[in-house]
Nanobody, 120 residues
Framework: QVQLVESGGGLQQPGGSLRLSCAASGTIFRIFVMGWYRQAPGKQRELVATITSDGSTNYADSVKGRFTISRDNAKNTVDLQMNSLKPEDTAVYYC??????????????WGKGTQVTVSS
């Protein structure tokens, strides 16, 4: 049983900052990739940023230079620092982990999501 739990969403004004955190827990053997995705109303879920176990990162063009993903392998956590927020960043943000649970094959696990609203 593996769980990913997000925290840190909320309401922020344009130009402001928010920090999202995600903690993975359970019978985890190894986490390969962790990442953040988002889904705005009426739109498909899209990649925001990912980070591998060795620290390699990938960002959506729309957030490059504004968002920073980081990871603590020892704690099985991943954070997303979001600066210079724009109204179009409004969405439910989901944490994803590509990992192997003990005695299980590699699978993708998702958190339940946290709402981020950027509005004045």
């Amino acid at each position: 049983q593996v769980q990913l739990v997000e925290s840190g969403g909320g309401l922020q004004q344009p130009g402001g900052s928010l920090r999202l955190s995600c903690a993975a827990s359970g019978t985890i053997f190894r986490i390969f990739v962790m990442g953040w995705y988002r889904q705005a109303p009426g739109k498909q879920r899209e990649l925001v940023a990912t980070i591998t176990s060795d620290g390699s990162t990938n960002y959506a063009d729309s957030v490059k230079g504004r968002f920073t993903i980081s990871r603590d392998n020892a704690k099985n956590t991943v954070d997303l620092q979001m600066n210079s927020l724009k109204p179009e960043d409004t969405a439910v943000y989901y944490c994803k982990g590509v990992l192997a649970a003990i005695r299980e094959a590699v699978m993708s696990y998702w958190g339940k999501g946290t709402q981020v609203t950027v509005s004045s």
